[in-house]
């Protein structure tokens, strides 16, 4: 018995020892229990390794609600219409100051004339519904008929007309917008092409048949929408029919075609704007998409 006890010998042998032992157990367990709650209460409260939680981050996150005017809108209040300099400078300069896309640059009475010929409501209406690479309202669905009437007249007023600025309760012309009819009615308009068309405009056939087969759809929004940059090829657009300017494309495959299609792209040849600047639907994007790569097949 003592053989083992001995190999196991404790360290505390004494009265004494015991009673060092024990107290010291206790001023560890002590300072231990002082040193956790100056921890809890010194330190600063922040969450898991973050200062998300901190008032000032809380108060910074929830700032954009209450101080960016969500409260100050009152939206019965009726609509103050813009006048037509604002709103061509908003949005309809992006192209008509440079002529991008082939839009009529304003001030530029030889671009215009032919326009102009076509009369007032004409013109106003490819504005107000969108005609070719002219997108509906100018691309601001947001934006009052009169408003764009305004700038319709301020436009053309620069660029050889002698419109009147339209008075407050305008007359407001067909409002219905039905893409598919307006494409038809746009492409059937006696307007001068703006570029070289590949394919005849033949999109007045089927006058507002609802179901139509998807290569008329995507020749009808190529012709709507499209035709202005890819018909010439203008802007560094892949030529419509040009086999070598499509072929590196099409190994892209179909799909990143249709994304950079409808959401447009920076590419190595030039900019291609979301929808060619228009707003219908992807799907009508996407046909005019395969409709291009069929020409190049
Ligand atoms: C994304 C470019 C773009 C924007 C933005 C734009 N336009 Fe155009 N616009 C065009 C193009 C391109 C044409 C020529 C279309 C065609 O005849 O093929 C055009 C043509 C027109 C025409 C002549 C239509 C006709 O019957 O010949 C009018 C009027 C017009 N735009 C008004 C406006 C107004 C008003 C705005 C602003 C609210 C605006 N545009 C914004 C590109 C644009
Ligand atoms: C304002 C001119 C313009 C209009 C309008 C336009 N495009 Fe383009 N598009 C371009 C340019 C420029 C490129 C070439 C970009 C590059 O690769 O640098 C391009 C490239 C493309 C490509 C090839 C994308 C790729 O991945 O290589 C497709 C597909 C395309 N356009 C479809 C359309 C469709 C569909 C429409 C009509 C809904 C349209 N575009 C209208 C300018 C235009």
Known sequence: MSDAHNEHQSLIRTPKQLVVAVTAFFL???LGIILL????????????????????????????VSEEGFTLVDANAPRVLQAGGAVYAATCAACHDSGMAGAPK??????????????????LKHAIEGIRAMPAKGGNPDLDNLEVERAVV???????????????????PAAAEAPAD?????????????TPAPVAATAAAPAAAPAIASADLGKKAYDSAC?????????????????????????????????HA???????????????????PDAEVKAAVDYMVAAVK
């Open 37 to 64: 709650v100056t921890f809890v209460t010194s330190t600063a409260t922040t969450g898991a390794g973050t200062d998300g939680q901190s008032a000032e981050a809380i108060s910074n996150r929830i700032r954009p």
């Open 182 to 194: 307006a494409a038809a009615t746009a492409a059937a308009a006696a307007s001068p092409a703006a």
């Open 106 to 123: 304003t001030g530029d009475n030889g671009a215009w004339g032919a326009r102009l010929a076509q009369g007032y409501d004409t013109i």
């Open 154 to 172: 301020f436009m053309t007023n620069k660029s050889g007309a002698s419109f009147k600025e339209p008075a407050e309760p305008a007359p407001a």
């Open 227 to 259: 035709i202005a940059c890819h018909g010439a090829g203008i802007a560094g657009a892949p030529k419509f029919g040009d086999k070598a300017a499509w072929t590196a494309r099409l190994g892209q495959g179909a799909n990143v075609m249709y994304e």
């Open 28 to 30: 560890v367990i002590v």
């Open 262 to 280: 409808i959401k447009g792209f920076q590419g190595k040849t030039g900019f291609m704007p979301p929808k060619g600047g228009a707003t219908i």
